[in-house]
């Protein structure tokens, strides 16, 4: 399968643990998007990734919450200090961009974290 | 992005055509307008998008109204695989801005 891999699955950490989560897009996809969903609402934009570059970010990202994407491929999500409010599930995608700005998202499976 | 609305949820009976509204008033002219789904324990799968014209591809039809104030996503034969939950979106093309979704219809699908 290619498709966009996320790891874990599942996270749980006790509260002011650090986390980080990984996804690795599909191959030669130049964009790279974090979305966090809790229960009942649709996902919600964190951040996204052209090639390395973090291009925005949303002001849901607190400080606690960095990304990366250091070789353009595969991207990071790190949540430090964690607390129950970060309970959710993390949601990786990824698309390519070239000409046309319509470009598809393919989203992961996504990475469930439980802040106990 | 402009908003959009949808009911919060439907039922339909298998192997029967199903309608799924949507409503944004406030569409740009650049605005595409797209669907998403997300089935049960899985991140959302994009299913069409279109501008003016309908649209049909392999998943689904996509019917948008001739003031682009509406839209529906038409599934012509529902089965028990298509309960999910649906997204309509819209996206303006010349900026190339990130999707943001709203809450969705949830789809339920019976025998």
């Known amino acids: 399968d290619t498709g966009v891999s996320q790891d874990p699955r599942h996270k749980i950490t006790k509260r002011g643990q650090n986390v980080t989560f990984r996804c690795d897009p599909i191959s030669e996809h130049n964009r790279l998007y974090w979305y966090r969903q809790t229960l009942g609402q649709g996902p919600e934009f964190l951040t996204y990734f052209q090639n390395e570059a973090q291009l925005e970010k949303s002001r849901l990202l607190s400080d606690r919450f960095s990304a990366e994407r250091p070789k353009g491929s595969f991207s990071t999500l790190e949540i430090q200090r964690t607390e129950q409010g970060d309970s959710a599930m993390y949601l990786c995608?990824?698309?390519?961009?070239?000409?046309?700005?319509?470009?598809?998202?393919?989203f992961g499976s996504g990475t469930q974290l439980s802040v106990l | 992005d402009a908003k959009t609305t949808q009911p919060n949820s439907m039922e339909s009976n298998e192997e029967e055509p199903v309608h799924l509204p949507c409503n944004h008033s406030t569409i740009s002219g650049t605005d595409y307008i797209h669907w998403y789904r997300q089935l049960p324990s899985q991140g959302p799968e994009y299913v069409i998008h279109g501008l003016t014209s309908n649209v049909n591809n392999r998943m689904a039809s996509l019917a948008i109204a001739e003031d682009r104030k509406s839209s529906t996503l038409i599934l012509h034969r529902a089965t028990l695989r298509d309960a999910a939950v649906y997204y309509c979106i819209l996206r303006d093309a010349g900026t190339a801005s990130k999707l943001t979704f709203g809450t969705g219809t949830r789809l339920q699908v019976t025998l």
């Open positions: 995608a990824s698309s390519l961009v070239s000409g046309q700005k319509n470009e598809k998202l393919f």
